[in-house]
């Protein structure tokens, strides 16, 4: 059974299925993040996102982190899935979201994020798990890596 964090599916919504796959890049104790500022949102993420139709969950994930972080990352193995029911405000839409985490390596910084609002922040690991704005993506690093 996959863990589901967050708010429990509200009757009378309609969601959308919407996979996503994010990293966990830590190099010399510190972890790397996207901070995403909006009018409506300031928060840290774990870098990734979407997986669209016909992509495979590792692509989508080097594609997401170019464009958030401007990194490129080795990945090296799945640390986990969850399931979160949110209202995605940058899509107009309630998401049925399954989220993979995978653990890497970063690797080279190939340029500035492409992706409008969002930054790469370094953080020590234990600080950026505990100002991870996800609830699921915290729990699960906290069950794992502490």
Known sequence: ??????RAPRSGIVYRHRPGAY????????????????A???????PGGG?????????ALIRE?????????ILTRKLGVFRDFTWMSDYGF?????????LGRPGLRRGHP??????????????????LASDGSRRLL???LC
């Open 114 to 131: 492409s992706e409008a609002c969002h930054s790469a922040v370094w953080m020590p690991w234990r600080a950026a798990i505990a100002g």
């Open 65 to 73: 982190l170019r464009e958030e972080t401007g990194y490129s990352a």
């Open 94 to 102: 309630h998401a049925a979201k399954l989220c993979h985490l995978y």
């Open 1 to 6: 059974m996959i863990p589901r964090f967050g």
């Open 40 to 46: 409506d949102i300031d928060e840290l993420q774990l």
């Open 51 to 59: 997986i669209d139709p016909g992509e495979s969950p590792l692509p």
């Open 142 to 144: 906290m069950h794992r």
């Open 23 to 38: 990293a966990v890049l830590i190099r010399d104790g510190k972890m790397l993040l996207t901070r995403q500022v909006t």
